[in-house]
């Protein structure tokens, strides 16, 4: 007993000493953090560092996404949809701050940014892994895009997994076809490796849901969430664009792509084409 007892008072005093003594540098590990910009430039150039944290920003907020995303499919996969909602929730609000941050990086000149640019090399926006396992969680599967990052054996190996999962999409539409909707086989049977394309039958499907939203409720609020996650997904696509066009104008990026152009062609992919198609359904 009185064993028992001293060691539990060394637990307690030695939690308190480890809660006492951590300080908000050290839970944030800021000498990390703080430390992980490093411009390039030489002479030194005051814009690099604005272009450096603007975009390991963007990775932080994107890890959260990711976190999020996977974390809202796991509950759809469980039925769960208020907690899917909730998560679907604070992607909305995460993706509104990748999108405003945009305004910052605006900020630089064209003249500005042609002083950093040189010592960029070959990096490139494009080559976000993260970004890349947000589409694939989407459901804008690409298997080229995996081989992009073949240097990165980590990064691979994540993008490759998530090309062989099921989207966020795919278990929406499972979790509608276990609530008794008639989803066609072959859109829960499709392979998971490539985009999905719309079908018209899962059309008819969305427009029994928006006939009669009260008695679909939970899937009829999910939907218009996902729209809502599209869109501003799109935001962000279109406020990138514009940032990049007054910067560069139409100069190819600095990872090979054809910048403006390529930009510009992102804004026509979608994730959930049937969400947009059913609203020419509905009323008629």
Known sequence: MGESTNRRDLEISIERDFTRQMSYADYL???????AQQPLSDPPQHDELLFIVQHQTSELWLKLLIHELRSA???????????????????????????DQWAVLATMTPSEYAQIRPFLATSSGFQSAQYREV?????????????????????????????????????????????????PA??????????????????????????????????????????????NFQQWRFRHLQVVQRTIGHRTGTGGSSGVDFLRRALDLTFFPELYEVRSRIGQ
């Not at 969680?137 to 073949?150: F, I, P, S």
């Not at 059309?203 to 939203?213: G, L, T």
């Open 29 to 35: 590990r800021l000498d990390l953090l703080l430390a």
């Open 135 to 183: 589409e694939f969680l989407l459901g804008n599967k690409d298997r080229a895009m995996v081989e992009v990052h073949g240097h990165d054996p980590a990064a691979r190996d994540a993008l490759e997994a998530l090309l062989h999962e099921p989207s966020l999409y795919d278990e929406f539409l499972a979790l509608l076809a276990r609530r008794g909707l008639p989803v």
């Open 73 to 99: 499919r796991e509950m759809l996969r469980s039925d769960d949809l208020p907690q899917a909602l909730k998560r679907l929730a604070r992607v909305k609000h995460v993706q509104h701050s990748l999108t």
């Open 186 to 231: 072959s859109v829960l049977e499709r392979d998971r490796t490539v985009a999905h394309g719309s079908d018209p039958a899962l059309v008819d499907v969305f427009a029994e849901v928006y006939a009669s939203p009260v008695e679909h409720w939970g899937v009829y609020e999910t939907c218009e969430e996902l729209v809502d996650v599209e869109d």
